[in-house]
């Protein structure tokens, strides 16, 4: 089974645990068999090879996630960056066109493109590879897979199909309605349109030539910036007459705010946090270094980390995005393929850091002309490499760092740093990488 799992969003709706490089897909509130916890895309990646062991699954994503990607689901998987956001439309044909020029797929191989964020079970998926077979047989150009409705909901696009059979030709498409106008659709045997859909990679691409001036994966990557922003439905899917949809009647949970997630976490809190006995569904994430008491908390959602704190009613946290986007704060937090990062206290002329880098790993070897940095090691060993000169560096060990010095750190074991930098102009693109 081919999948293309589209890892997209900007992060603003799970404030403050998501941002601009850490969306909701990397959040750590899930648990698996062993009880760790885990992100949506490391249960949607496992779930998947735990139905099909042999998949090929490619990760379509923007760059800024690429490096949160790796971290969770290792340096071997398979992805492709989109250099700009453009929607999801070329999206999937930048990935289906790597799919076909780089990794020579065949043109009548099915793939299934699937959004990378939806709570579910293992049926699920099951289901994924019973539409994937259905556009392997070809009867239709686009098999879709069709949720059935467990209310009559304003929050989703929805299917009309012909019959009531588990797969049926498509009779017309809806946009996300008023309540009553959902409710005459289910009268209808509506089904939500989840954005799952399965076709082939030559009819994909056939129909991306006749709409897009290409030749192959290079030259549309080269011409990404100048493309159409606009959605794959709206672009090929409700165009197309050949089309059907598969019934699918499982769990499903869409969890894009903070009143769906605490739905589905796996506790009730995480982090340092206590509950007195008069709080009544109410979560709490805590990533701070500091306790947070809750007394009295009714119907609430808490979540604190170095982005910022939310308190808020469930229901009225639906509502929280454009609050966020007026915030316009940089991120504080980040995974890289390396580790991660937190920034723990800025100020006009210099900027603290947390850093941790897994064992085995390290940064790219790189400079700074407008600022110099003063690492101190917490604790574990490695070894940094400054102008070409290395030295091995454990607890306690204080490296200082020049402007416009070369320098990388390579973790032996896990290793906690301290970064400091200092200058009047500290910028995250103040940066240039070499070859170590």
Not at 50 to 76: F, Y
Request: glycine content about 6%; aromatic content about 8%; charged content about 25%.
């Amino acid at each position: 089974m081919n999948i293309i799992l589209l890892s997209g969003g900007s992060g603003q709706r799970l404030w403050p645990l998501s941002n601009s490089v850490r969306s909701k897909q990397f959040i750590k509130l899930f648990k698996n068999e062993a009880g760790e916890y885990e992100s949506m895309v490391q249960r949607v990646y496992h779930q998947i090879k735990t139905v099909d062991e042999g998949a090929s699954i490619m990760v379509a994503t923007s760059r800024s996630q690429v490096s949160a990607i790796k971290n969770q689901l290792g340096e071997q998987v398979s992805i492709c960056i989109e250099p700009y956001r453009r929607d999801t439309f070329p999206a999937i044909v930048l990935a289906a066109a790597k799919l076909f020029y780089e990794e020579k797929a065949d043109r009548d191989e099915a793939v299934v493109i699937c959004p990378v964020d939806p709570y579910v079970d293992h049926t699920y998926y099951e289901a994924v590879g019973r539409l994937w077979e259905l556009a392997e047989r070809g009867d239709a150009n686009i098999s879709l897979m069709g949720i059935e409705p467990s209310y009559p909901s304003e929050k989703y696009g929805y299917i009309i199909p012909e019959t009531g059979n588990d797969v049926s030709r498509v009779k017309e498409f809806k946009e996300k309605p008023t309540v009553e106008a959902a409710k005459e659709y289910l009268s209808k045997g509506a089904l939500w349109n989840a954005g799952v859909f399965a076709l082939k990679v030559g009819y994909l691409m056939d129909t991306a030539h006749e709409m897009l001036d290409f030749t192959d994966f290079q030259d549309l990557l080269a011409g990404y910036d100048k493309l159409p922003k606009i959605s794959f439905d709206y672009a090929v899917v409700e165009k197309e007459s050949n089309i059907q949809v598969m019934r699918y009647a499982g769990s499903w949970k869409d969890v894009g705010t903070w009143n769906m997630m605490a739905e589905v976490m796996a506790d009730r809190t995480k982090g340092n946090v206590t509950l007195d006995n008069t709080c009544d569904n109410t979560n709490v994430v805590n990533e701070l270094d500091i306790p947070i008491l809750c007394m009295g908390c009714k119907d609430m959602v808490i979540a604190a980390s170095s982005d910022g704190i939310l308190i808020a009613d469930k229901e009225q946290s639906s509502y929280m995005k454009p609050y966020v986007e007026k915030m316009g704060m940089e991120a504080m937090y980040a995974e890289k393929s390396w580790g991660t990062y937190n920034v723990i206290d800025v100020q006009d002329s210099f900027m603290t850091i947390k850093v941790l880098l897994n064992a085995g790993h390290q940064m790219k070897y790189h400079s700074h002309k407008r600022r110099e940095e003063v690492w101190t090691i917490v604790s574990g060993e490695g070894e940094v490499v400054l102008d070409g000169e290395r030295m091995q560096v454990r607890a306690g060990d204080v490296v200082k760092i020049a402007r416009e010095s070369r320098h990388t750190i390579i973790a032996k074991t896990t290793l906690h740093v301290i970064e400091v930098q200092i200058g009047e102009d500290i910028d995250v693109k103040d940066k240039e990488v070499f070859e170590l």
